[in-house]
C-alpha cells in the first residue's frame, strides 16, 4: 500500500521557469512532510519541510504548499537551475518518527 | 561537523554470506534510522534505534536482519545468509532528536549479492 504517491516519475523544465513537483498522500494521520533530493550514488538530501498546521512554507528559490483537505503538497523551484537536475522524494510522518517516501521524481532543468 | 557516514559504500558478497552495515551518526545525533532502496523504488523504512535499545523495527524482515545501536560505536545493520533479493542500496539517517526533526542521510551501501 503506497501511502505516500508521487504520480509523475519525471518532469523537464526550462532553465529559468518554475519546476513543480507534486506528492499525494493517503494516511491523514500524517502531520509533517519532507522534501528531499537526491543525486545518483549519494544519500537523500533534505530540502525543506511543512507542518500541518501550515499551508506554506519557504526558503529561498523552494516554497513547499500543503493541502490537507485535498491530501496534496507540492513543491515549487523558482527559477530552475541546472544545478537542481536530481530525483525528488516527498516524505511524511506522524509522530512515529519513521520516514514513508514516495517513489520519487526525477527533474531534468534544460539549459 | 561531519556528516552520517556510511562504509563500505559498496559491498559485493555471494549467496549465503553475511554483510555487515556500518553508520556513523552525526555528532550529536542519538536516533538512527535504517530504510532500504530497491531499484526503482523509493526509500522503505526498515528500523530505528537510539543508543542500546530498538524503537521501531516494523520494517525489517523478521529473518536473516538484525540491527544494533550501542553505547559506543557505530550502528550496525547485519542481513546474514543473504540472497540476491537483498542487492539494494541501504541508505542510514540519524537527527537530534523531537519529531519534527529533520533526519539526515548518510551516502548510503550499495550492496551487490552474486
Known amino acids: 500500500d503506497q501511502q505516500v504517491k508521487q504520480n509523475s516519475p519525471s518532469l523537464s523544465v526550462q532553465e529559468g521557469r518554475i519546476s513543480i513537483l507534486n506528492c499525494d498522500y493517503t494516511n491523514s494521520m500524517f502531520d509533517y512532510f519532507l522534501w528531499y533530493k537526491k543525486y545518483p550514488a549519494e544519500g537523500p538530501t533534505f530540502l525543506i519541510s511543512i507542518s500541518s498546521i501550515k499551508d506554506k512554507n519557504e526558503d529561498g528559490r523552494f516554497t513547499v504548499f500543503l493541502n490537507k483537505s485535498a491530501k496534496h503538497l507540492s513543491l515549487h523551484i523558482v527559477p530552475s537551475q541546472p544545478g537542481d537536475s536530481a530525483v525528488y522524494f516527498c516524505a511524511a510522518n506522524f509522530g512515529n518518527e519513521k520516514l514513508t517516501f514516495g517513489t520519487g521524481t526525477r527533474l531534468t532543468i534544460i539549459p | 561537523n561531519a556528516g552520517v557516514m556510511q562504509n563500505p559504500r559498496h559491498l559485493v558478497r555471494r549467496r549465503g554470506q553475511e554483510a555487515r552495515l556500518r553508520c556513523s551518526p552525526m555528532k550529536g545525533h542519538s536516533h538512527v534510522y535504517w530504510y532500504r532502496q530497491l531499484p526503482e523504488e523509493g526509500l522503505k523504512f526498515m528500523v530505528y534505534l537510539q543508543k542500546e535499545n530498538i524503537i521501531d523495527e516494523s520494517g525489517m524482515p523478521k529473518e536473516r536482519f538484525s540491527a544494533e545501536f550501542p553505547k559506543e560505536g557505530p550502528s550496525i545493520l547485519r542481513i546474514q545468509q543473504v540472497v540476491r533479493g537483498d542487492s539494494a542500496a541501504y541508505f542510514c539517517?540519524?537527527?537530534?532528536?523531537?519529531?519534527?526533526?529533520?533526519?539526515?542521510f548518510g551516502p548510503g551501501t550499495r550492496l551487490t549479492v552474486t
Open positions: 539517517a540519524s537527527k537530534m532528536g523531537g519529531s519534527t526533526d529533520e533526519q539526515y
